[in-house]
């Protein structure tokens, strides 16, 4: 039987980012409600060159998505030419287990990651929402900002990254596409872009806070979706104790999120503190947003439960365009 295979382009023309939003948004729920098959991912680091491969399976039924995902995460790799980020999603059929589709994965990781913070950033920023911030410059920032234009009517936009040029490049290349406005502001710090944003987004590998609490504007919306390792941080303590927090998955975060696994060991944060996962809110369990200069803070480390349900998606749509090469096993 053949297996369809996917590239970059194609994937990211298989899963729009509205089609993504929905799917996480179905991927929290099923996530929260226990009907998820979704192990903690398998890490193999390499400490050497600070990088790590990850290897992260789930099953989702109400989607009929299988799939594990294979995903290294190198930050030097940039010094060599190399993209940091390289992956593939292998979806399966749960009726029978054969394999049908490999996904090149770090564009369905950078669609699935900015679409979660979407499915978020619908859930619980205000709806007059109208400026963001985003602190970082790479694949990931670029989908941060495309998700949340795509729940929010974006007027203005920022962008921080340490590296100028970075920004600058980020800057001509997002602005005026569909639903991001026609100009792009490149702040010359991550706290000038932050005091004008209801919307903040960071997507870094930095392994301390990128801006300080006291810049953020009330009623804002936080996503940060860059640290996935206990000592990666992006997020300050007093943030925290400021919002109303919402995670992807309580299990994941307490295991990997620097900035809750920090302040907990620390005494100054509860687990108990963290208000809900985002699936809970979804399935009506919890309360999202009751105030409107309420902060709300979503932390993202991701799951496999998102690949899976975007790989379904994906898989749908490739089919009935016809997208990918079909190669015999």
């Known amino acids: 039987m053949p297996i369809r295979f996917l590239n970059a382009p194609q994937v990211r023309q298989a899963l729009p980012m509205a089609d993504a939003i929905q799917a996480m948004k179905s991927a929290y729920a099923q996530l929260s409600s226990g009907e998820a098959e979704v192990p903690l991912r398998t890490r193999i680091p390499f400490d050497d060159v600070?990088?790590?491969?990850?290897?992260?399976?789930?099953?989702l039924p109400q989607d009929d998505g299988l799939a594990i995902k294979i995903v290294s995460v190198f930050p030097h790799n940039p010094e060599q030419n190399l993209p940091t980020i390289h992956a593939l999603v292998l979806a399966l059929d749960p009726a029978t287990g054969r394999p049908l589709a490999l996904l090149e994965g770090g564009t369905l990781t950078a669609i699935r990651t900015g679409a979660g913070s979407g499915a978020a950033t619908d859930l619980l920023a205000r709806q007059d929402a109208s400026a963001v911030a985003v602190i970082g410059s790479g694949v990931q920032a670029r989908t941060q900002l495309e998700a949340v234009c795509c729940v929010r009517e974006?007027?203005?936009?920022?962008?921080?990254?340490?590296?100028?040029?970075?920004?600058?490049?980020?800057?001509?290349?997002m602005a005026g596409q569909p639903g991001i406005p026609d100009t792009i502001q490149v702040a010359g710090s991550a706290n000038e872009a932050v005091a004008e944003a209801d919307l903040v987004c960071t997507a870094t590998t930095s392994h301390q806070p990128v801006f300080d609490s006291g810049q953020l504007r009330p009623g804002c919306h936080i996503n940060a979706v860059g640290s996935f390792t206990p000592d990666?941080?992006?997020?300050?303590?007093?943030?925290?104790?400021?919002?109303r927090v919402v995670v992807d998955s309580r299990d994941a975060v307490l295991e990997e999120a620097g900035e809750l696994i920090q302040p907990i060991r620390a005494g100054q944060y509860r687990r108990g503190d963290i208000h809900a996962e985002l699936g809970e809110i979804i399935l009506?369990?919890?309360?999202?947003?009751?105030?409107?200069?309420?902060?709300?803070?979503?932390?993202?480390?991701?799951?496999?439960?998102?690949?899976?349900?975007?790989?379904?998606?994906?898989?749908r749509n490739a089919e009935a365009e016809g997208l990918g090469e079909l190669i015999d096993l």
């Open 284 to 315: 009506g369990k919890a309360e999202g947003r009751t105030e409107a200069d309420q902060i709300t803070f979503f932390k993202s480390v991701g799951v496999a439960a998102q690949d899976a349900a975007a790989a379904a998606v994906a898989l």
């Open 232 to 243: 990666m941080v992006e997020i300050d303590l007093e943030t925290l104790k400021r919002a």
């Open 50 to 59: 600070e990088g790590v491969s990850l290897f992260m399976p789930a099953y």
């Open 154 to 173: 974006v007027e203005q936009a920022w962008v921080y990254s340490p590296n100028r040029e970075h920004a600058l490049a980020f800057a001509s290349e």
